[in-house]
Nanobody
Framework: QVQLVESGGGRVQPGGSLRLSCAAS????????MSWYRQAPGKQRELVAR????????????VYADTVKGRFTISKDNAENTVYLQMNSLKPEDTAVYYC?????????????WGQGTQVTVSS
């Protein structure tokens, strides 16, 4: 079974920074991508950033939502199957529950796995 464990959420003032981390553990044969999504109250879950590992025809590298480009950076520690989201210049509209996602091939075949979510609150 694959598990994703997130950490790093919290409360910060506008303009501040936070760093989220997500560690994937379990039997992983191929890790295709790790991503961060977020869901604000009353809104749909949206993609924030994705790190493609290049295990498929999709080129390796990062993609970002337009709303976070230039402020957020996703990175991955390949040795540890851990993905990070460095969030700078945070705005109140970044307030949401942030979820880690891993798209991978494991014992159950190709599937998506989700973390439990971590709250990020940007407020003065």
């Amino acid at each position: 079974q694959v598990q994703l464990v997130e950490s790093g959420g919290g409360r910060v003032q506008p303009g501040g920074s936070l760093r989220l981390s997500c560690a994937a553990s379990g039997t992983i044969f191929v890790l295709y991508s790790m991503s961060w999504y977020r869901q604000a109250p009353g809104k749909q879950r949206e993609l924030v950033a994705r790190h493609n590992t290049g295990g498929t025809a999709v080129p390796s590298g990062a993609v970002y939502a337009d709303t976070v480009k230039g402020r957020f950076t996703i990175s991955k520690d390949n040795a540890e199957n851990t993905v990070y989201l460095q969030m700078n210049s945070l705005k109140p509209e970044d307030t949401a529950v942030y979820y880690c996602n891993a798209h991978l091939r494991g014992m159950l075949g190709v599937a998506d796995y989700w973390g439990q979510g971590t709250q990020v609150t940007v407020s003065s």
